[in-house]
């Protein structure tokens, strides 16, 4: 394994909506090794193709499970997914933030990911390079959307409104291939976040990103 975990250590799998980017293999994954699924009941419904979950959890926002020591708690997003959430992990005094697959950053958003330790943001797009690419206009409408995708100026704005002195580590994520350019969206967080900048790393589609401690 590139990351040098072994699926069969998988002690849970975590889902936040049911578009193919995030649910392609889950379903293989979880039966081969045995390891229980929570997601949404919208997400079970409308992910059709996840298959059979012998070890299905249903979660629902703003309601927190406990696994293995851990405190998560799934809260809504607006996203155009049948019941996605993003997730808030805590450990002890110890707290990850998660927000991707959201169209608009709201006022939930900012106070869930307050405090973080950790934090893992939506860098999708460069608003420029979206308008100008190839996608159709109608993608380009629903990505740009309130129940699409975190451009990197939103990213920003959301990395400058819960930016604090104990903040250590940003992890950028979801960065469209087609629509951005890594250093564009490093640059932008890395302006929105100031002087007192943390760790900053980004997600690559191409290649499995590193473990974090957290
Ligand atoms: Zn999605
Ligand atoms: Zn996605």
Redesign the pocket.
């Known amino acids: 394994m590139t990351i040098g975990r072994a699926p069969e250590d998988l002690d849970a799998v975590f889902l936040t ?1 049911e ?1 193919s ?2 649910i392609g293999g889950v379903g293989p994954l979880i039966r081969k090794h045995g390891i229980p699924l929570y997601a949404t009941e919208g997400t079970v419904q409308a992910g059709e193709k996840l298959g059979n979950i012998p070890g299905l959890n249903t979660i629902r926002a703003g309601e927190t499970i406990r696994v293995d020591g851990l405190e998560i708690e799934p809260y809504a997003t607006a996203h155009d997914a049948r019941e996605s959430v993003a997730y808030v992990v805590r450990c002890q005094n110890r707290k990850l933030g998660h927000a ?2 959201m169209g608009i950053v709201t006022h939930e958003v900012r106070e869930k990911l307050k405090d973080s330790h950790v934090l893992l943001v939506e860098s999708n797009h460069d608003v420029e390079m979206l308008d100008v690419g190839p996608y159709p206009w109608p993608v380009k409408q629903r990505i740009k959307g309130a129940l699409g ?1 975190l451009s990197n100026e939103a990213c920003g704005d959301l990395l400058a409104a819960v930016s604090h002195e104990h903040l250590e580590r940003v992890l950028l994520m ?1 960065l469209s291939q087609t629509n951005n350019h890594p250093e564009i969206a490093r640059v932008t967080a890395l302006q929105a976040l100031g002087s007192r900048t943390p760790h900053l790393d980004l997600a690559r589609q191409d290649q499995p990103t590193e473990l974090t401690e957290v």
Do not use: E
């Open positions: 909506h578009h980017d995030h991707t697959d995708h979801h």
